[in-house]
């Protein structure tokens, strides 16, 4: 039995306890948050605050290997061009091993579950070994309408392979701009039946004024690379192509939504209420050098969760970091916000709530310190790091 304090534990489910007492078993499991007592024996104090394992809802744990390979603030039409050219820049091995070394990096730093985008197996061994549980989206993307079926084995076979390793995994879409309409419906259709699916929504301009106006830079895109089949322009943004006729009861993870505007909000509750918005701020920053409107999805209400993105569009897979953008851009974001945002969101968005998220009787969420925090305003700082204990 484990009995651990701080100047304020944040269950996240209840308002912060200030010198709070947090009970922990042998396995891990919370068995109470007390009030502090002169009677409690044996308590580790640690200055700061203590608050559940994050939750990092989007990341590309295989693509490691590319950190600082692509310049910053390309835009998303270059990013997307450097991408293919780079992800065999290592060999396998040295992909696995940096794939290793970033999964014991977030562990470290306090995240224990993460929505981790796949398009191949490459990580699925270190994955079973893993203090972090991981649900698995195998993503799927082309253009070309005479690659469908084989982008389909593939990505199933895949799935498949999860599935016989006991993972949490489930096939997913990319993008609106990347897939051609066949391989799009039919992976739209796969992703509705596990019930679960991630989408990379309006992380650049680009993307709303090809879909809406039929111009900008995607145009120039798809000339360039002589792209075969392209998802036609509708007159509406790019959210659309998801959600007008989405089955209501899947759980959809909107990545990015950099460049979301409130009617496409709007639009998209009306669509589902399954939705959790989940924001990548370093990485917006990192290929565009914007954003996302957060005051207006707080204002909203909306589910936010946070996530880190790949090492090919940031510099860390640290959700201190990501809570930290936040707090720096948008000063009117509360503490336990954001760290709500970042544990129980991100959980719900997963279907992992049950364990994880809160410091609830029974759960195994992990306990996060956060340091230099400034308790009097109740908000980080710049100083502020994040471990797992």
Known sequence: MRKISADYIFPIHAKPVKNGVLTIDDDGKIVELSAFSENDKDIEFYAGIICPGFVNAHCHLELSHLKNTIPVHTGITGFITEIPKLRNIADKSQQIDAAKFYDNFMYRQGIVAVGDISNSDLTFDLKKQSKIFYHTFVEAFSCDAGETDKILQQNQKTVDLGKRLGFSISPTLHAPYSMCDKLFSEMKLRAEKYGILSYHNQESQDENEYFENNS??????????????????????????????????????????????????????????????????????????????????????????????????????????????????????????????????????????????????????????????DTEKMMLTKKSTSQIL
């Open 216 to 373: 900008g830079n995607f145009l120039k895109f798809y000339s360039e690379f002589a792209i075969p089949d392209k998802p036609l322009p509708t007159g509406k943004s790019p959210v659309h192509r998801l959600l007008d006729d989405i089955d209501k009861n899947t759980k959809i993870l909107l990545v990015h939504n950099t460049f979301t505007a409130e009617n496409d909000y709007d639009f998209a509750i009306s669509a589902s209420k399954n939705i959790t918005w989940t924001l990548c701020p370093k990485s917006n920053l990192y290929i565009e050098n914007h954003l996302p409107p957060i005051e207006m999805f707080s204002r909203k209400k909306a589910k936010i969760a946070i996530g880190t993105d790949s090492l090919s569009s940031n510099t860390n897979l640290s959700m201190i970091d990501e809570l930290l953008t936040v707090s720096d851009n948008f000063r009117n974001i509360e503490l336990n916000e954001l760290l709500t945002w970042a544990t129980l969101n991100g959980a719900k968005a997963l279907g992992i709530e049950n364990k994880f998220g809160t410091f609830e009787a029974g759960k195994m969420p992990g306990t996060v310190l956060i340091d230099n925090v």
